[in-house]
């Protein structure tokens, strides 16, 4: 997906104030964006999977850690 239609994604996301397909859309950027940059998108998608109750959550907090972007317990 370009970088124009995630950011489509994620406005449009944000706008309906849908907050699981915020999560959802901040983790496919984080897929698709380079490494630097895919931290800050899944970050935004943890954050947001927790304030929806998402059961993604966990999986989207485990890549952070994977990625050293996030302290194991």
Do not use: C, N, W
Request: proline fraction near 4%.
């Amino acid at each position: 997906m370009s970088q124009s239609a995630l950011d489509a994604a994620l406005l449009e996301a944000h706008r309906a104030a849908d907050k699981p397909a915020i999560a959802r859309a901040y983790a496919r950027a984080a897929e698709e964006m380079g490494q630097d940059a895919a931290a800050f998108y899944l970050t935004h998608a943890y954050v947001y999977a927790l304030d929806a109750g998402m059961p993604e959550a966990e999986t989207y907090r485990q890549a952070l850690i994977a990625a050293g972007a996030e302290p194991r317990d």
